[in-house]
């Protein structure tokens, strides 16, 4: 497994943009794909943005299309989320995850989170 540890959580009033990172180490990172989870008080965690291993491809969940902007640098073992035009339901902890870049793996490398707080 891969060691992860997120930065750049706040609190920021709606419309204010917060940029995420998540170091990686322990492994070799190009070999994973990163992803971007959150947890709202209250409810279950769920998929915000994943990033293929080479940083071709990336998807999005359909709340955070054209707001959020998923990014690695494979040089730096770091991985971004970039989060533009906040809203009040953004706000949760954030997870960063990991999984090995083969079709039947699952993420199994969690960071321990950072919050992030949206004000109306």
């Known amino acids: 497994q891969v060691q992860l540890v997120e930065s750049g959580g706040g609190l920021v009033e709606a419309g204010g943009s917060l940029r995420l990172s998540c170091a990686a180490s322990?492994?070799?990172?190009?070999?994973?794909?990163m992803a971007w989870f959150r947890q709202a008080p209250g409810k279950e965690r769920e998929f915000v943005a994943a990033i293929s291993a080479s940083g071709g491809d990336t998807y999005y969940q359909d709340s955070v299309k054209g707001r959020f902007t998923i990014s690695r640098d494979n040089a730096e073992n770091t991985q971004y989320l970039q989060m533009n035009n906040l809203k009040p339901e953004d706000t949760a902890v954030y997870y960063c995850a990991a999984r090995e870049a083969i079709p039947t793996s699952d993420f199994n490398s969690w960071g321990q989170g950072t919050q992030v707080t949206v004000s109306s």
């Open positions: 322990g492994r070799t990172f190009s070999m994973y794909v």
